[in-house]
């Protein structure tokens, strides 16, 4: 029982250590900037929510172009949970997303989000490891579908996390295939912060 507890206190411990360092701004901006025709300058935004949102932690996501920060192309809400040795992430979709653009940068739009206007991504959820001064993240299973341009693809997602870089590689894979369809074929994206919002994340365990 003792050992049980220790390890529900270390992976806590690691969950709290995860969300602040996913809390804020990253970008892109160098690796765009030294290979422009390869790689468009992005942020993704990772926000805090409010604790009595999933009573716990949980996060408002947002990724768009750096030239237009209005029109993001990818949103979400996540939710952590401490499954033994690892760190679950459960993937949200908003059931209109256009009503909460900006959110991540703005306050007042995050505060309107409710656990009402969010729908479970099924088989979409990540899983992290602690790997010393590094997280590593990776999609459960092959099951997380997504069509493109008509054809059936599964998410293929891998992610490193320090305290300042967010590395990130998504690609779409043909359910029959297994060939890429979409996603970088240069490599992972490479991103730092430039805004750390670990000060928002809930600090009460209840």
């Not at 690691?14 to 900037?33: H, I, P, R, V």
């Not at 690892?86 to 909460?100: G, Q, V």
Request: charged share 30%.
């Amino acid at each position: 029982m003792a050992i049980a507890e220790e390890n529900k206190s270390s992976i806590e411990e690691d969950m709290k250590t995860l969300a602040c360092w996913m809390a804020g701004d990253f970008s892109n901006e160098k690796q765009a900037y030294d290979n422009p025709t390869t790689y468009a300058h992005i942020h993704i935004f990772w926000r805090p929510l409010p604790y009595e949102f999933f009573e716990g932690l949980g996060f408002y996501s947002e990724q768009v172009y750096d030239y237009d920060l209005w029109r993001p192309y990818r949103q979400g809400v996540h939710r952590l949970v401490a499954l033994s040795d690892r760190i679950y992430i459960e993937n949200y979709s908003l059931k209109d997303p256009i009503l909460y653009v900006g959110a991540a940068r703005e306050l007042d739009i995050l505060k309107t989000i409710a656990p009402d206007d969010i729908k479970r991504r099924e088989h979409c959820g990540m899983i992290f490891w602690r790997e010393g001064e590094m997280f590593r993240g990776a999609v459960e299973g092959k099951n997380c579908l997504i069509n493109r341009n008509g054809r059936q693809t599964y998410l293929v997602s891998e992610v490193e996390l320090t305290a300042n870089t967010w590395v990130s590689l998504d690609k779409g894979m043909d359910v029959n295939t297994h060939e890429q369809v979409w996603g970088s074929k240069a490599g992972p994206l490479r991103f730092e912060k430039r805004q750390s919002f670990a000060e928002e994340v809930p600090q009460m365990y209840e």
